[in-house]
């Protein structure tokens, strides 16, 4: 029978939802599991649907491990991303609405809708319908009962509640600080506002902005290493830059014109006007230090976008600078002021590690910056100047603080890439004045992060590093802006909560969500979500139903609460998987802090990044109409390990195909065999046994690959290697015994193929809500006897490998009888002294003992197993076997090691 997974999908899809088998009721041992809502601005692809399938994995084993399994699901629809493309809609931007097109028609809808895409409510609501469908097609068995958006009026309410304690306890303040921030769009920006921002994290870097003195002016050089301010032997200016005159603090400054368009967002800043940066080619500026005089040269790969458009050179610290001023002088100035483990670290050395010709090797300058500038902050020593002695990582704050106090520096503020929002603007840093925060800066509240961190259930096992060290740099983090959807902040409602902000302790709703779908709406405030989530409030002014439904959520928050596992992918580790924390540490009580986290790696397509331009993105309706749920979720559970990224490849996928297909015939097939197996395949059944239980250790742990590649690949190799041997009748009689536990052992990566397989061996009720299948392994014996065939099998295949001729008879020569016993004495006695009392054979047999340590002998009679099998080698072989104890072919057996002659 063809396996149609189309038909067999929709079969079991209609079927887990007339039965609402994934809608669990408190009940016994309980098991909260959540992943990060999806955002709702279209259609989900294949690197959206990993982290999901992940989670519905672990899910679902775990309900087959006993366990009573919440798998909730909301949208999130906050923020400024669905009202930028909104807005594009309307003012017709034509990539935009092209997009938007291609949504609706590979939903099969009429593209001319898109300008129902004008108002954002409508692309929320569409997207999460679609949403769900996606999500239900793949398999997860998600609780959907539970689901909401972050703008229902609902959850606005909640969010309300939680800014209020985070105020009460005075974790919210008003103050000015660099964020990152978009001008044209007037508005600060998170990472859901930034283009790839939640995969390429954009962070804020200080450079610190140093004076050098030309004439009037002041070139504002910026840096991210002050450390090496005394080595500087020139400065560097863009030959084709755009640079203009600007005053600060009373001064005049010259920067780049993109610099002075950052700078007046960050301090008081008005431009004078441009100057022809020509003109300082033929000039010497003064450093700040000693009043050294030092030249300006042009340096095309002078950025300036970047920083203040102007760079001081330091040639024995910089790569870029010292391949730069190669070009302009045989023999420039270096002047060492950083030692590094006791010794120079050399640029031209540098150069030829990394294969630098020019400055045209742009990668090659990165990565050899990045290598140059981690060896001296962390092994660098001072060996110059006012901090002469001083190790870099311990002084470099300090250098830079003592600029600034002498009046010689100023802070200056860049994003850590460029960037842009996804309405296609560029993202800057700003300084906002009264910008609202959360303090997550607060000594006191980290310690208690941390403490909840050490007593976490975190995988992989670096997490909990990493962790630290984001408690330990995380500082204020802005929590609102003037635009865009989401909650309004209660303490200043000209404000909007942002997107990542109002999605730190959502998944406490998914536990009350029904409960308050029931109550009137007038009665949902701060003291109702008081008394259900703190056991606090007094509800004696509610309705008698509120006040009953109340009482029944509380008692389901109780029960469900806290998460026991929390997966999504690592980029979100400095970012929501922090806040996260910090906001449970905040508002609930410890015995309600989350238990664990989980990461997992990114996909990746075709060996690149997922890019429209290059063709690799995949949407999940189209891998699911083309190839069907189950080989979706078997390619990205057996790829890679959950930690690391998976490689999609349409190449490979086909593969996957065939061997779904095979799977699928293979049990069908056996489903009709009558007879019983031949006692000499049950080794098979042993192996697949074992394999079923050590696969549960493996889901428990989120091996998820090794559990897949075990039950399904390897087992399917067994099954392969038996039908060869043994021809494939007797391969399925024995298949036939295990495969209703094979196929619920792999239900949580094929539901569906596990569902139809369960129900065709005659199982009760549904796969997906079966205990994970045990069985009692009485064929250890039949396995040892197939180890034992198996490497006869081997040695005659390395013998013909390097023999021309091709043999007609093999004669298996098995260790005497004596060779055995002496074998048994060494076990118990001292071998030395067995040896001493040996004739010369006996002797040479023991020191073989010595040497082979790792002898064994589980087939005692082995002549005995080989008469056995000795049929189906001869034919699997295409050779006579002859199995003997003539000492002419025995002398060189060993037990457990027979001598094999081919002739």
């Known amino acids: 029978m063809t396996y149609d997974f189309n038909a067999l999908e929709e079969k079991w899809l209609k079927k887990w939802r007339d039965a609402r088998v994934f809608e669990p009721k408190p009940d016994g041992k309980k098991f909260m599991l959540t992943v990060p809502w999806p955002y709702c601005n279209g259609a989900l692809h294949i690197g959206h649907g ?21 798998y909730p699901m909301g949208f999130h629809i906050s923020g400024t991303p669905i009202l930028a493309f909104s807005k594009k809609i309307e003012h017709g931007d034509v990539p935009t609405i092209n997009l938007y097109k291609s949504y609706l028609e590979l939903y099969g809808d009429d593209p001319s809708r898109v300008a129902e895409f004008s108002v954002p409510s409508n692309i929320a609501s569409y997207f999460s319908e679609k949403i769900i469908n996606d ?161 300006i040269f042009p340096g095309q790969f002078v950025d300036p976008d970047i920083g203040t458009g102007v760079d001081y050179s330091v040639p024995a610290h910089s790569i870029w600078d010292h391949v730069g001023l190669s070009v302009i002088s045989e023999k420039p100035e270096y002047i060492q002021v950083i030692d590094t ?28 910056t990045k290598f140059v500038y981690e060896q001296e902050f962390y092994h660098g020593k001072i060996i110059r100047g006012k901090f002469k002695g001083r190790v870099v990582k311990d002084v470099k704050d300090e250098i830079t603080e003592d600029l600034m106090r002498m009046g010689v520096a100023i802070p200056v503020y860049e994003t850590s890439r460029k960037a842009e929002t996804r309405e296609g603007n560029p993202v800057i ?119 009953g439904l109340a009482s029944e959520a509380r008692k389901e928050f109780l029960y469900w609460y806290p998460v026991d596992l929390r997966h999504t992918s690592y980029p979100h580790i400095s970012n929501h998987l922090t806040f996260y924390l910090f906001n449970h540490v905040a508002i609930f009580p410890p015995e309600e802090w989350p238990i664990g986290i989980s990461t997992g790696g990114m996909v990746n397509s075709e060996g690149q990044k997922m890019s429209k331009s290059k063709g690799n993105v995949y949407p999940l309706l189209t891998i699911k109409r083309k190839y069907g749920a189950d080989l979706f979720r078997m390619y990205l559970a057996s790829n890679a390990d959950v930690w690391y990224d998976v490689d999609w490849r349409t190449g490979e996928v ?29 080794w098979l059944a042993s192996r697949m046994i074992d394999r079923i239980a050590a696969s549960s250790k493996s889901y428990e742990s989120m091996r998820v690959r090794e559990a897949t590649v075990e039950l399904f690949f390897n087992a399917l190799n067994d099954v392969r290697d038996l039908e060869n041997f043994s021809g494939k009748e007797r391969a399925l009689r024995v298949v036939k015994k295990f495969a209703k536990e094979w196929a619920l052992s792999l239900s949580p990566v094929v539901p569906f193929l596990a569902e139809e397989i369960y129900e065709m061996y005659g199982g009760n009720g549904f796969a997906s809500s079966q205990i994970y299948p045990s069985m009692e392994n009485h064929y250890n014996v039949q396995e040892s006897e197939w180890n034992f065939v198996e490497s006869i099998i081997e040695d005659f295949r390395s013998i013909t490998k390097v023999s021309t001729v091709q043999p007609k008879r093999m004669v298996i020569g098995t260790a005497e009888e004596w060779k055995w016993k002496l074998l048994d004495e060494s076990k118990s006695k001292d071998i030395k002294l067995m040896i001493k009392d040996a004739n010369p054979e006996q002797r040479d047999f023991l020191i073989t003992l010595i040497k082979k340590k790792d002898l064994t002998q589980k087939i005692r009679d082995e002549g005995k197993t080989l008469e056995k099998y000795r049929d189906d080698l001869s034919r699997y072989l295409n050779v006579e076997v002859v199995i003997s104890q003539d000492p002419v072919y025995s002398k060189k057996a060993l037990p457990g090691r027979p001598a094999i002659r081919l002739e």
Request: proline residues 3%; contains cysteine.
């Open 50 to 70: 990993r982290t999901y399938t992940v989670g519905d994995i672990v899910a679902r084993y775990r309900r087959m491990a006993g366990f009573n399994v919440l």
């Open 654 to 682: 086909e593969n996957y195909s065939k061997k779904l297909e095979r799977f699928y015939s293979l049990l069908e097939e056996a489903r009709n065999v009558e007879e019983e197996p031949d006692e000499r395949d049950l």
């Open 341 to 368: 483990l006791g010794h120079n670290l050399d640029m031209e050395e540098v150069r030829k590690k990394f294969g630098i010709t020019n400055l045209d090797d742009r990668e090659k300058l990165v990565e050899a």
């Open 429 to 547: 840093v700003a300084v906002i004045k009264n910008q609202w925060f959360i303090d997550y800066s607060i000594e006191e509240w980290k310690e208690k992060v941390r403490e909840l961190i050490g007593r976490m259930y975190l995988r992989p096992d670096n997490l909990k590093s990493q962790f630290l060290q984001t408690v330990d740099w995380i500082k204020e983090r802005p929590c609102a802006r003037k635009r865009g959807l989401g909650t309004k902040l209660p303490m200043d409602r000209e404000w909007v909560i942002e997107s990542l902000s109002d999605s730190t302790i959502y998944t406490v709703v998914y536990t009350i969500m029904p409960f308050l779908r029931k109550m009137k709406f007038e009665e949902i405030d701060g003291e109702l979500f008081d008394h259900i989530l703190l056991g606090r409030g007094n509800l004696s002014g509610k309705s008698e139903e509120t006040r």
């Open 135 to 295: 999500f239900t097609n793949m398999g997860f068995s998600i609780d959907w009962t539970r689901k909401f958006t972050s703008g229902e009026p609902i959850y606005n309410k909640f969010i309300e509640w939680q800014f209020g304690i985070l105020q009460e306890k005075k974790l919210i303040k008003i103050g000015d600080y660099p964020i990152l921030y978009s001008e044209e769009e007037g508005n600060p920006v998170g990472e859901d506002d930034i283009l790839e921002g939640d995969t390429d994290k954009v962070s804020i870097t200080q450079f610190t902005g140093v004076f050098f003195y030309v004439e009037n002016d002041i070139l504002l050089a910026s840096t991210v290493r002050p450390e090496t301010l005394d080595g500087v032997t020139n400065l560097f200016l863009n030959p084709d830059g755009k640079y203009c005159r600007i005053m600060m603090r009373g001064q005049s400054f010259i920067v780049s014109k993109r610099a002075y368009e950052k700078l007046k967002h960050q301090r008081e800043a008005q431009f004078v006007g441009d100057v022809d940066v020509k003109k300082y080619f033929n000039k010497k500026a003064r450093e700040p230090l000693y009043s050294r005089e030092i030249p």
